[in-house]
Structures are given as structure tokens and as C-alpha cells.
């Protein structure tokens, strides 16, 4: 297929604004955890897109918006009603609701049918082929509308800026401010209803849906903050517009089949993408990140038990001078696994411990000084266990063993100030003494 | 609250008031229908009950787990799976398409889960992403379906829209054969399925497998929301999970009945519904149904006793008013302790002692003197009766003791206790009093003098 700036544009354009002006309002669905809002008013309006066809017997879109924005306002107002006055939680309310309200849609549209052409399913896909055809015979409606929906959402998120944030990330601190929480909340809503009614005709509702929470979700993964939120929200719905739209394009063409898919049931595919990587690769938040801080932190207490296993034999051969221990007995005790190997390698590599003979180590005096400092946490924990709790004796080591490398200066001196500066601990073992500021 | 045999009427009953309702609206083929003569709508009256009844029950569970939007995201999910099905076999081979739907349906619900444990992404987050991302594949393959021209789209939309008047004789028995399946289900791991949904957390204690019963439980919700698919569509199917559930949790706490309830409300939705589509032309019998069944939610939720909203908000309005007319006594009751017994006080000020709207206040008064407890003579002086007087010295009494207990015992302030006293009084029982009474040592019959200084209405 060849690429056409009026059509194509067109349609990436449309797709471009129904998907931005959806993630605006669906950043504060999320951030509100009301994302099956939604979903509900999306399928809810439809009664209300009938009952206005059947008073006005036009498909004008002034009549489908006061029809859509009034069961919005219905839906949201019943479920909180539903959640408030039959204690349902909120989801099954939202549930019972939109579903009931669906259902009356569906009867009104099959009794009008003699005098309706009106299909359900126009409402759940949308037409976006159609804009294309439209793009060639002037701007197309739905361009416009979408393109005064948007206007009207962004000027709405940008004027309200404060009130929105107080009222969703804290309704008891906006009352105190004097912002109405409910007026904010039934705003939203809306213009939800608003937007969704807009977008159906171009793109179906299953787009909206997804608009409105996978790009918002994306960007919550990344940022920590609702202004870049609601860029980045913004960012990743026009470029799963484009993305879509060009492998639509070139879908035959790579593929070799004659199927075409829609742009928009694609779009919801590139939001999903878009998120899944955000899954991955989000800093801090993402599976990578947080495999990566797992790791790192296995090897550190790898290679503090080896600096505390040297140490122990070390003491336990009563040698001040350097004692090695052969490195096959190290991978006896910590497994033959590559952690052990690479703890021991990045051990040498800073210089923590020295080959000595071939096969066996021993802490350098840099090594010795990082030893103490564990073994003093290990066994000024073990003391402080000892006086302060019940334990016996031989059950000390264990939380000990898992509390030691997590025990920094500050916690250092408190504990020696809580057990009175003791020289051994309760198994009678020296307490290494040093001072933890001076440690690195 | 319900239990007992009554349960068991449950079902006759509605599915009478149902039948009695169609037929004094009349129908086009009324009696064809209720007669229940004709094979086809036997087969589709049978399918919606049973599905309707197998709906009730496993959604009862999942109701109370808090999971009931995952079926929202579970029957979106099954359209890939369908579509997918269709694109393979090539026909409308139905029990390969309702396989790949159960597949595919499992696969969203451990999207969901998965999706749940990510930092950020909240349950409503989850069930959004997974049923427009799956929705959205389902169409894509959908599309391709219909483009290579495998036959005609309709036989996919009727996944997506239901075609109950379609229901075969196979459709009905596929519905049956789930019905039972739940049912031994959960006959055989009730003790478990409670224990999920009450306290999840005291049955891993326990030992239990809780992500093995979760899964199981999403499991039948699967196969249920499959085979319902045909026969009410894709968004209905779900209000037959979530709406029969949430209905009967207005008439009980207890699991069993509950249960009971949700599949009677289900199979009588399905009946009813059916029969009423079946008597009028052009009614889809899906959306009939789900509106069935929102009668009954509804009905439940305004006139259930105890937790119904139209007996809940009589019981606070009754007590309200119990609680203003205490506040009529013990104003009086004050006002006699300063000037003396069978002193008047006048309406206006008495009005000024409390925020009293003056038609409120009025109401309050005529109440009072209904019950004999004060008069009130024309020029508004109103006067404590006898009865009325024992009653106004127990409140004050009750107050003031509650105030010396605030003081000597929780350290506040005294020129505090006034309100704190205000909003206990009413709800003392006298066995508190009695040991209100000993922990001050107090005499039995006279009333404490006020702790703080007494404002006067001037």
C-alpha cells in the first residue's frame, strides 16, 4: 500500500488525539485506582447514545454527547451509590452497573431497530478505515471533534493542575483546602464520557479502554512525577498511534498476506508493548532493575561470608599473621556456583584478599580491617539478641548471620552503647574492637 | 435475614412472579412460550437457567474473594483464543473454539495476577491492561479471519453478542455438564473456598494451597464465562457472575445460604428472562436477562432487612430520633435542677440550648408529649410529666457519671467531657451504669452535680 499524507496523516492524526486526549484523564483514573471507570462508562453510555438517537432521530454528535455525558454521570453516580448505600465493594459495583446499564442499551437498540441504524458494533471497533476514505473529501468530523475533546482535556488538566493532583493523591488534604474532592471527581468523569463518546465512532471503544489506562500505567512505572507522567502518558499514546499506523502499512508487505489489521485494535497492541518494556526496563521499578539490585546485593553477601569465613579461621588458628585458606574448600562451603566464583574474583580485584601458594587465600590487611567490621556487627548482634530477648545460646547465630551485613556505623555505635562495650560476645568469642567512623 | 426451608422457596417464588408479570403484560406467542411447547425454547429457557445457576454459584465465591472484575477482564480475554481457534481449524467447529477461549481466557487471569505484583500496577490497573490489550489481539485476529474470508464474521460475533434464541441442544448440555462440574466443585472444597474468600492469609497458615485454590476458582470461572459466551455474549456473561452474587449477599451472612441464594437468583434471571424474550418479538434474551437479575440487585439492596438501604436508613433515622428526643429530656432535666421542679421553660429558649432547626425541634416536642413524658401549653412553656422526669433523671445521670468517669479515669479536661458525654449517653446499657456507679462510688438514685460550669439560657 502506498503511503498517502492525506489519508495515512489523517488517520494518524485521529489516532494520535483520541489516544492523547484519553491518556490525560486516564492518568488520574490510575493514579485515582479507578482505571475500570473506564471501561464501565465506555460500555454504560450506550443506552444513553440510543435514548438520544430516539429523541432527536439524528446521529448528530450534539445529541450523542448530552446522551453519553448524562449515563456517564449516571454510572458514576450509581456506582458510587451501590458502594455506598449496599456496602458492594467499588469494582462489583462498577460491575453491576455498567453491566445492567449495557443490557437496557441493548433492548432499546433492538426495539428501535425498525427505525434505527444503529450498531453495537461500531461503538466496540469503531470505524477508522472509514476515516481514511473521508480524508479525501475535506477534514474529516471526526478529526475535529477529536482534535476539541483533546483542547478541552488539556486545557482542563493544565487550569486544574493543583486541585487534580491534592484530589487524587489525597481527597482528606483537598477538603481541608477548600477543593472539592467530589466536583473534581465527577469533572473527570465527564469528561470520560465525553472523550469516550468522541473517540467511539473513530476508533471503538476497546481503544479508549486501553488508552485510557495502558499509556498512564506505562509512564507511572517510569516517573515519580505527575507532570512528567502526564507528558510521557501523552508521548507513548502518539507514538503508539504512529507505530500502529506504519505497521499496519507495512503488515502485508513483511508478513506477505493480504490481512490488513485495524489501526486502532493495533494501537491497544503498542500500548501493551510499550508496557510490557516499561515492565522490564523501568529504572528502579522494572523486573530488570530489581534483578539486577537482587543480584548485587547476593554478591556482596557472598563476598562478606568468604571475608567471614577467612577471618573466623584465621582466628580460630590464632595467627596474626596472614592464614590461607585453600580456595576449593571456599567453593565447598559456598557452592561451585559462578556467584562464588565471581565473589572471589571481584575480592581479589580490590584487593580484599591475596592468593597465596596457587590455590589459597588470605585476607590482606585491607581485607582483615573490612572482616572486623562484619564479625563485630555479627557478634554485637548476637550480644544485643542475647540480653534482650530470650533466645538460647545456639540459636543466636542464624538472625545474626542475616542481620550482619545490613548493620551500618550509626547502628554500630548504638548497639555497642546498648551492650555496655563488651570484649566477647556470649559465646565467649573476642569482639574485634575498632572504630566503625573510620572504616570506610 | 434468610435461612432454613425458606431458601428453598426462593426459586418458585420469583420464577411465579416472573411467569405471573409476563403474562399480565401479555406477549405476542404468550402461551406458546409458557406452556413451554416448543422444543427450541425449551432447549434455551434450560441453557439460560442452568447457566444462570451455574454463574450464581461460582461467582458467590469469587463476590466475596473481591476478584468479580476479573471476569470482566477474563471474557475479553477469550477472544484472542477464540479467533485464534477459528484461524486454525478453519470452522465452526465449536468445542475447538470454546478450548482456545479457555485458553486464552487462563492466560488473561495469569496476566492479571502477574501483572498485580508488579510495584505501581494496582488490580483495576491489571484488569484494564489485560482486557483491552487481549480485546485488541482478538480483533487483529479477527480481522484476519474475516479477510481471508473464512466464512462469515457472524459466526465469531455471536461470541462476542450471544445468540440465546441459537442455543442448541448441545449448547444446553455443554451448559449442564459446567453446572455439575462447579457444583461438585465446590460441594467437595466448600470448607477451602470459604476459608479463600474469608481469610486467606489464616489458610496458608493452615497450609492450604491458596494459589492452587485461587486457580482453581478462576478456572471454573473460565469454563463458565466460556460456554456462556453463546448463549448471553461477552459483557452480559459477566453480570451473571458478579450480579446474582452481590444480590444475595444483602439477605445473609452465612456462606451456605448465600451461596444458595446467588444460584437461585441466577437460574430464576435465566428463566424469567428467557421467557420474557420469548414472549415479545425483538427482545434479546442476554440483555433480558442481566436486567432481570438487576431487578432482583436492586430489590435486594432497598428492602433486605438488616442490610437492605431502605431498613438501614430507618434504623438511623429511628434513631435519631430517639437520640433528639433524650436531648429535649435532659435539657429539661437541667433546666429543673436550677430552678427547682415543675419550673417552665419557655419553647425559644429552650431552642437556644442546642443547633435546633425550630420544625425539628417542634416534631421532637410532639413526640415527647406523645409518650406522655412533658406538656407543653399554648403559649409554649413546656413542663416535664412524671414519666417523663424519671426518664430525664436517668439521662442526666447517665451523662454526669460519664463525665466523672472521663475525668478521673481518661485525664480530660473538664470543660471537654461535656461532648464526649453527649454522644455516649444514649447507648450506655445499664449494666455499664451499674459499674460506672461503683468505680465512683456513687449512690444509686442521686444525680452527680455538673462538673463544669453549666452555660445558661438567657
Known amino acids: 500500500m502506498t503511503w498517502s499524507w492525506q489519508g495515512d496523516g489523517t488517520v494518524i492524526l485521529v489516532a494520535m488525539l483520541a489516544g492523547c486526549a484519553c491518556a490525560l484523564v486516564g492518568s488520574y483514573l490510575v493514579l485515582r485506582r479507578m482505571s475500570l471507570m473506564g471501561d464501565a462508562i465506555s460500555h454504560a453510555v450506550l443506552p444513553g447514545l440510543v435514548i438520544a438517537f430516539l429523541i432527536t432521530h439524528s446521529r448528530g454528535i450534539g445529541a450523542m454527547l448530552i446522551g453519553a455525558v448524562v449515563v456517564g454521570i449516571l454510572t ?17 459495583a462498577m460491575g453491576v452497573v455498567f453491566t445492567i446499564l449495557f443490557a437496557i442499551g441493548l433492548v432499546l437498540i433492538r426495539r428501535a431497530t425498525d427505525h434505527v441504524d444503529l450498531d453495537p458494533s461500531c461503538v466496540l471497533y469503531g470505524n477508522i478505515a472509514h476515516i481514511y476514505a473521508d480524508a479525501f473529501h475535506g477534514t474529516p468530523v471526526a478529526l475535529k471533534n477529536l482534535a476539541i475533546v483533546f483542547a478541552l482535556n488539556l486545557v482542563f488538566v493544565v487550569a486544574f493542575y493543583k486541585e487534580l ?30 472523550t469516550a463518546v468522541v473517540s467511539f465512532e473513530a476508533v471503538g471503544s476497546i481503544l479508549v479502554i486501553a488508552m485510557l489506562i495502558v499509556p498512564p500505567v506505562t509512564a507511572y512505572l517510569l516517573t515519580d512525577r505527575l507532570g512528567i507522567m502526564l507528558l510521557l502518558s501523552v508521548v507513548f499514546s502518539g507514538l503508539a498511534a504512529v507505530m500502529s499506523h506504519l505497521a499496519v502499512i507495512a503488515f502485508p508487505v513483511w508478513f506477505n498476506t493480504p490481512i490488513q489489521p485495524d489501526t486502532s485494535a493495533m494501537m491497544t497492541v503498542f500500548a501493551g508493548l510499550f508496557l510490557a518494556v516499561a515492565i522490564v526496563v523501568a529504572p528502579r521499578r522494572g523486573l530488570a532493575s530489581q534483578a539486577w539490585q537482587h543480584m548485587a ?19 580460630h588458628l590464632g595467627d596474626e599473621t596472614a592464614a590461607a585458606m585453600p580456595t576449593e574448600e571456599l567453593r565447598r562451603i559456598f557452592g561451585h556456583g559462578p556467584l562464588t566464583s565471581y565473589a572471589l574474583r571481584s575480592l581479589r580485584r580490590r584487593r580484599l584478599t591475596v592468593k597465596i601458594g596457587g590455590s589459597s587465600l588470605a585476607l590482606t590487611e585491607k581485607g582483615l580491617h573490612r572482616a572486623e567490621r562484619l564479625i563485630r556487627s555479627h557478634r554485637l548482634w548476637e550480644t544485643y539478641v542475647a540480653q534482650h530477648s530470650d533466645l538460647p545460646l545456639d540459636h543466636l547465630h542464624e538472625p545474626a548471620e542475616r542481620v550482619e551485613h545490613f548493620i551500618g556505623p550509626r547502628l554500630e555505635t548504638a548497639l555497642r552503647e546498648e551492650v555496655a562495650d563488651p570484649q566477647a560476645d556470649p559465646h565467649g568469642r573476642s569482639i574485634p574492637s575498632g572504630h566503625p567512623e573510620k572504616n570506610d | 435475614m434468610i435461612r432454613g426451608p425458606v431458601m428453598l422457596l426462593v426459586l418458585p417464588a420469583l420464577v411465579t412472579v416472573g411467569v405471573i408479570a409476563t403474562a399480565t403484560f401479555g406477549g405476542d406467542e404468550l402461551r406458546r412460550v409458557l406452556s413451554l411447547a ?27 474473594r473481591k476478584r468479580a472484575m476479573v471476569a470482566d477482564a477474563l471474557a475479553h480475554a477469550t477472544l484472542p483464543g477464540i479467533a485464534a481457534a477459528f484461524l486454525i481449524v478453519g470452522q465452526k467447529e465449536i468445542v475447538p473454539l470454546l478450548v482456545g477461549g479457555a485458553i486464552a481466557g487462563t492466560l488473561g487471569v495469569l496476566c492479571v495476577m502477574g501483572l498485580r505484583r508488579i510495584p505501581r500496577i494496582h488490580e483495576d490497573a491489571a484488569i484494564g491492561i489485560v482486557l483491552s490489550v487481549f480485546f485488541g489481539i482478538g480483533l487483529i485476529l479477527k480481522s484476519a479471519a474475516t479477510q481471508l474470508s473464512m466464512g ?3 459466526g465469531l460475533d455471536r461470541f462476542i453478542y450471544g445468540t440465546t434464541a441459537g442455543l442448541i441442544k448441545q449448547d444446553a448440555w455443554l451448559i449442564g455438564m459446567t453446572a455439575v462440574l462447579i457444583l461438585l466443585t465446590v460441594l ?5 473456598f470459604r476459608l479463600l474468600c474469608f481469610d486467606a492469609a489464616y489458610a496458608r497458615s493452615l497450609g492450604r ?5 485461587d486457580l482453581l476458582m478462576m478456572a471454573l470461572v473460565v469454563i463458565t464465562t466460556v460456554v456462556g459466551l453463546q448463549a448471553v455474549g461477552l459483557i452480559l456473561v459477566i453480570a451473571l457472575l458478579i450480579i446474582p452474587a452481590a444480590a444475595a449477599r444483602f439477605w445473609t451472612d452465612d456462606l451456605a445460604t448465600m451461596t444458595w441464594l446467588s444460584v437461585e437468583f441466577g437460574a430464576a434471571s435465566g428463566f424469567v428472562g428467557a421467557l420474557i424474550s420469548g414472549s415479545y418479538a425483538n427482545l434479546p434474551a442476554g440483555a433480558v436477562i442481566v436486567i432481570c437479575a438487576g431487578v432482583l440487585f436492586f430489590f435486594s439492596m432497598g428492602f433486605a432487612p438488616e442490610r437492605g438501604a431502605v431498613f438501614a436508613w430507618w434504623r438511623r433515622y429511628a434513631l435519631r430520633r430517639r437520640i433528639g428526643r433524650q436531648h429535649v429530656l435532659r435539657a429539661l432535666a437541667e433546666h429543673e435542677e436550677r430552678y427547682g421542679n415543675l419550673a417552665t421553660l419557655p419553647l425559644a429558649r429552650l431552642q437556644q440550648t ?3 432547626r425550630a420544625s425539628e425541634l417542634r416534631t421532637l416536642i410532639y413526640r415527647c408529649r406523645a409518650a406522655d413524658e412533658l406538656t407543653i401549653d399554648p403559649s409554649d412553656n413546656i413542663r416535664l410529666t412524671p414519666t417523663g422526669r424519671v426518664r430525664a433523671h436517668r439521662l442526666l445521670r447517665n451523662h454526669r457519671l460519664w463525665e466523672l468517669y472521663l475525668i478521673r479515669y481518661a485525664d480530660v479536661a473538664p470543660t471537654h467531657v461535656d461532648r464526649d458525654a453527649d454522644q455516649i449517653e444514649h447507648v450506655l446499657p445499664a449494666s455499664i451504669t451499674v459499674e460506672l456507679e461503683r468505680l465512683l462510688a456513687e449512690k444509686q438514685t442521686a444525680i452527680p452535680a455538673s462538673p463544669h460550669p453549666m452555660g445558661d439560657v438567657s
Open chain 2, 209 to 213: 494451597r491458596v494459589r492452587v485454590l
Open chain 2, 354 to 356: 442546642r443547633s435546633w
Open chain 2, 152 to 154: 462469515d464474521q457472524a
Open chain 2, 38 to 64: 416448543d422444543y427450541n425454547t425449551r432447549i434455551v429457557v434450560l441453557g439460560t437457567t442452568l447457566l444462570g445457576a451455574a454463574a450464581g454459584l461460582i461467582g458467590t465465591f469469587t463476590y466475596l
Open chain 1, 297 to 315: 546485593l547476593r554478591l556482596q553477601i557472598r563476598r562478606e561470608d568468604i571475608l567471614g569465613i577467612l577471618y573466623r579461621f584465621q582466628e
Open chain 1, 165 to 194: 493532583k491534592v484530589s487524587a493523591f489525597d481527597p482528606g488534604l483537598s477538603s481541608t483546602l477548600g477543593i472539592n474532592a467530589n466536583l473534581m471527581h465527577y469533572a473527570l468523569m465527564i469528561l470520560v464520557a465525553l
Open chain 2, 188 to 192: 467437595l472444597l466448600f470448607k477451602e
Open chain 1, 76 to 92: 458514576a453516580l450509581l456506582t458510587q451509590m451501590v458502594a455506598r448505600y449496599g456496602k458492594v465493594e467499588e469494582g462489583a
